[in-house]
Nanobody, 120 residues
């Protein structure tokens, strides 16, 4: 069983910063791509950022220049540093990881999400 647990969400004023964390745990053989997606009320889930095991990154157009993704492979953890936050960044942020469990096949796992609210 593999679990992804997010932390770090909360309420912040516009222009502020937050750092999200997501730790993968369980019977893990390897983790390939890790990433963050978000879903605002009434909207579809969208890409925020992804990072490969070799630290190649990809960002959604709406967050480029304001958000940095990083990971600690030893801790099976991915981070999202969000700066210059805007009210339109308000959403539930979901962690995603491509995990190969011990004795299993690679598949995508999702966390339960953490709410980020940016007040104007």
């Amino acid at each position: 069983q593999v679990q992804l647990v997010e932390s770090g969400g909360g309420l912040v004023q516009a222009g502020g910063s937050l750092r999200l964390s997501c730790a993968a745990s369980g019977s893990i053989f390897s983790i390939n791509v890790m990433g963050w997606y978000r879903q605002a009320p009434g909207k579809q889930r969208e890409l925020v950022a992804t990072i490969s095991k070799g630290d190649n990154t990809n960002y959604g157009d709406s967050v480029k220049g304001r958000i940095t993704i990083s990971r600690d492979n030893a801790k099976n953890t991915v981070y999202l540093q969000m700066n210059s936050l805007k009210p339109e960044d308000t959403a539930v942020y979901y962690c995603n990881a491509e995990v190969t469990p011990r004795g299993g096949y690679r598949m995508a796992y999702w966390g339960e999400g953490t709410l980020v609210t940016v007040s104007s």
